[in-house]
């Protein structure tokens, strides 16, 4: 079964070094998301692309973070110069397009600012 | 305003026994949809259960029920026969504007602060 899976699934990092997640869709799945899950909260929308087109970012979404998805498959998701307010798991996800089409979740990448 | 509104922040539940999880929402959509997610510790998020807004009947998958009332614009999970195994974090999510002539943001989830659920031995 090949769902949506992260890399790394755990990552600390010191302030201001860059971190880079990489997602991988379920194959065929032409929508991606990511999501910033803090503790106690549920997930909010950071982005989201069709095909490699990245049709919107979230205001969360400051300049210091950048995704792409060159070729239509996986994708990354860049921190750079991380700051503590940036710790917090980043959930990607995947569907097809389509109204009802349900969105899968990978297993999320923990990230931890020191 | 909360678009999603979980009011329990914990519940505890029997192995065994039924429990119910509520959700309630805001939107001014005529077309949108409900999701249910789980979140073991491990923190993937698990999709349960989904309910369209123009579906006539409760969703049912397995041991998951959907509670849909569209008047009262809740959506609340009804987990029957708990398991040990479903003791985890469990999420109500909506997906608004899914009519095709709305032009709303019809991919992104707007999920509640979820719903720690213990099941007792």
């Known amino acids: 079964d090949t769902g949506v899976s992260q890399d790394p699934r755990h990552k600390i990092t010191k302030r201001g070094q860059n971190v880079t997640f990489r997602c991988d869709p379920i194959s065929e799945h032409n929508r991606l998301y990511w999501y910033r899950q803090t503790l106690g909260q549920g997930p909010e929308f950071l982005t989201y692309?069709?095909?490699?087109?990245?049709l919107e970012k979230s205001r969360l979404l400051s300049d210091r973070f950048s995704a792409e998805r060159p070729k239509g498959s996986f994708s990354t998701l860049e921190i750079q110069r991380t700051e503590q307010g940036d710790s917090a798991m980043y959930l990607c996800?995947?569907?097809?397009w389509g109204a009802g089409n349900t969105i899968y979740f990978g297993e999320g990448s923990w990230l931890t600012v020191v | 305003a909360q678009k999603i509104t979980q009011t329990q922040p914990g519940m505890f539940v029997q192995e065994k026994e039924a429990v119910t999880l509520d959700c309630t929402y805001d939107t001014s959509d005529q077309s949108y949809g409900l999701f249910w997610y789980k979140q073991p510790s491990s923190g993937e998020m698990i999709f349960l259960i989904y309910q369209g807004s123009y579906d006539e009947q409760n969703a049912t998958e397995g041991r998951y029920s959907l509670n849909f009332q569209k008047a009262r614009k809740s959506a609340n999970l009804v987990i029957s026969a708990s398991q040990l195994g479903d003791s985890a974090m469990y999420f109500c999510a909506m997906r608004e504007g899914l009519g095709y002539l709305t032009g709303g943001s019809n991919y992104k989830l707007t999920f509640g602060k979820g719903t720690l659920l213990t099941v007792n031995p």
């Open positions: 692309f069709q095909n490699e087109a990245q």
């Open positions: 996800a995947s569907s097809f």
